[in-house]
C-alpha cells in the first residue's frame, strides 16, 4: 500500500490537490505503522472505516467481474493470464462502472439498515 501511495497520490498528474479522501479497508498492510505515519506526515485524508466492515467499494465489484471473465477463458500460463486480465478489463462496460456510483447510496443505506449483515447488493 505504501508503495501505491507514494507512486500515485504523490504523482502530480493526479491534479487532486487535497480534495480527495482515501479510502482502504483496514486491511493490515494498510493499517502498519510505517504506512500511517506516512499517510499523516503527507496529510492525506483518510475515511474512518470499520474493520470487518462489508465490501462497499465499487471497485470490488468490478474486481469480481474481471475475476469471474478471466476465469472463464482459464488461462494455461502467466503471459495469457496477464492478455486476459487486460482484455477483460477493457471490456467492462463504462455503464457497469457507472451503475455501481449510481447505485452506492442505495447500498449504503441497505448496509446501514441491515446493521452490517447481509444485503441483496
Request: glycine share 2%; hydrophobic share 30%.
Amino acid at each position: 500500500m505504501l508503495s501505491f501511495a507514494k507512486t500515485h497520490l504523490e504523482d502530480s498528474k493526479l491534479s487532486m490537490g487535497r480534495r480527495f479522501t482515501f479510502q482502504h479497508d483496514n486491511d493490515p498492510k494498510h493499517t502498519a505503522k510505517l504506512t500511517t505515519q506516512w499517510l499523516k506526515e503527507k496529510k492525506v485524508n483518510v475515511l474512518a472505516w470499520p474493520s470487518q466492515s462489508p465490501y462497499l467499494n465499487p471497485i470490488e465489484n468490478l474486481w469480481n467481474d474481471l475475476k469471474t471473465a478471466v476465469h472463464k477463458r482459464s488461462p494455461s500460463n502467466l503471459t495469457e493470464l496477464e492478455q486476459f486480465c487486460k482484455e477483460e478489463w477493457s471490456n467492462i462496460a463504462t455503464s457497469r462502472c457507472a451503475k455501481l456510483v449510481e447505485t452506492y447510496p442505495n447500498r449504503l443505506k441497505a448496509v446501514i439498515k441491515a446493521k452490517s449483515g447481509s444485503t441483496k447488493y
